[in-house]
C-alpha cells in the first residue's frame, strides 16, 4: 500500500522573490505594493530559512537547492507546481501558465535529488503541452491521495480538464473534477490552485466545501471521502483566503506525523478547530507573510514531496 505522507521534501531557497504579474492574472491572493524588491527578497528568504529550521528541527528531511539569479524567476519558491515524485520511483514535468515560471523546470534539481539516494527510473514530461495551451501545475493543481490512488482537481485555466485525465491514466489515479470558486470584486472567479482550498491527510480532509457551489459536486467529494474514510475537517472561504487550506501532512524518521500550516491559516482557526487538528497530528505552525502576500501562496506550495 502507498503511504500519504513522505519524511523528505525539497525546497528552492529564491534569491529573487517577488510579486509576478504574469501569475497575478488569475492568483487573486497575491497582493502589490511599493515595498522595494530587495526588502521582499529580504524578508522571503528570513521566513523560507525560518522554516527549514523548523522543520528540520521536527526529524523531517528537507532538501535545499538554490534558485539561480538568471533566469529571473519569482516564483521558484513554490517547486510543488512544475515536478512531483511519485512512489513507483517516476517523477512528472508540468507545463506552467506562466512564460515566467517555465524557466524553473531545472532538471539538475531532479538529478541532485538522486544524490541524496532516491532511486528514479522516468521522468514523464508533460511541458510540451504548453504549445497547446494545456497547463496543470502539478501538486498545485491536483490533490493526491496516494493511498486510495484517487486525484482531486478543482478546474481552472491552470488546470486542463483533459491533461489531468491523462495524468491520472499514466499513474494509475481515479480522476476527480469539480469547481471551486472564490469571490473576486463579486463575481465567482476559479480559485487558481486546487491545493488552496484542499489538503489530503491519511485520516482526513482539509476542505472549504464552501466554494464549491455546485451541490452535486458536494455530494460527490463528501461521498468520495466517506469511501476512502476521510474525516471532513471544513474551513470557511475567510479562513480559505488566509491560506487554512493550504496545509500539507508530513512525517519524521521516526514516522510521527505532523501537519504544516502557516501562522495566517493557523490564526484564522478557532479553538475547536486547532484542537481537532491537533488531534490527528502535531501542528507545525510557520510564518510567511511575505511569501503569502507577493507570492499568493503558502506553507504547501513550498513543499515538493520526495518519494
Not at 492574472?25 to 523560507?48: G, T, W, Y
Amino acid at each position: 500500500m502507498y503511504s500519504q505522507t513522505t519524511d523528505t521534501i525539497l525546497m528552492i531557497e529564491p534569491v529573487a522573490f517577488g510579486y509576478n504579474d504574469e501569475t497575478a492574472v488569475n492568483n487573486h491572493f497575491m497582493q502589490k505594493d511599493n515595498l522595494p524588491a530587495a526588502d521582499i527578497q529580504a524578508a522571503a528568504l528570513s521566513e523560507f530559512q525560518n522554516m527549514v529550521k523548523t522543520l528540520r528541527s521536527k526529524g523531517i528531511n528537507v532538501i535545499v537547492e538554490l534558485d539561480t539569479p538568471v533566469p529571473h524567476t519569482p516564483d521558484s519558491i513554490f517547486p510543488n507546481n512544475w515536478l512531483s515524485f511519485q512512489k513507483d520511483n517516476r517523477v512528472a514535468i508540468y507545463p506552467m501558465f506562466a512564460p515566467s515560471r517555465r524557466a524553473e523546470r531545472r532538471i539538475e534539481i531532479v538529478e541532485r535529488v538522486i544524490g541524496h539516494g532516491f532511486n528514479i527510473s522516468q521522468m514523464v514530461d508533460y511541458s510540451v503541452y504548453e504549445n497547446e495551451n494545456r497547463f496543470l501545475e502539478g501538486t498545485g493543481s491536483m490533490i493526491l491521495d496516494r493511498t486510495n490512488r484517487v486525484a482531486y482537481a478543482a478546474l481552472s485555466p491552470r488546470t486542463d480538464a483533459q491533461l489531468f485525465q491523462w495524468f491520472c491514466n499514466d499513474f494509475g489515479y481515479k480522476p476527480i473534477t469539480f469547481n471551486a470558486t472564490n469571490s473576486v470584486e463579486g463575481n465567482p472567479t476559479a480559485i487558481y490552485h486546487t491545493n488552496v482550498m484542499l489538503s489530503v491527510a491519511e485520516n482526513f480532509v482539509v476542505i472549504c466545501m464552501e466554494s464549491v457551489e455546485n451541490k452535486a459536486e458536494r455530494e460527490m467529494l463528501e461521498e468520495q471521502f466517506r469511501i476512502t474514510n476521510k474525516q471532513i475537517f471544513e474551513i470557511s472561504l475567510e479562513q480559505m483566503k488566509h491560506f487554512a487550506g493550504n496545509v500539507l501532512q508530513v512525517k519524521n524518521a521516526d514516522g510521527k506525523r505532523f501537519l504544516v500550516i502557516s501562522q495566517s491559516g493557523y490564526n484564522s482557526l478557532n479553538d475547536y478547530q486547532r484542537t481537532e487538528l491537533s488531534s490527528y497530528n502535531e501542528l507545525i505552525v510557520i510564518p510567511v507573510p511575505t511569501i503569502e502576500k507577493y507570492g499568493g501562496g503558502s506553507v504547501r506550495c513550498m513543499m515538493a514531496e520526495v518519494y
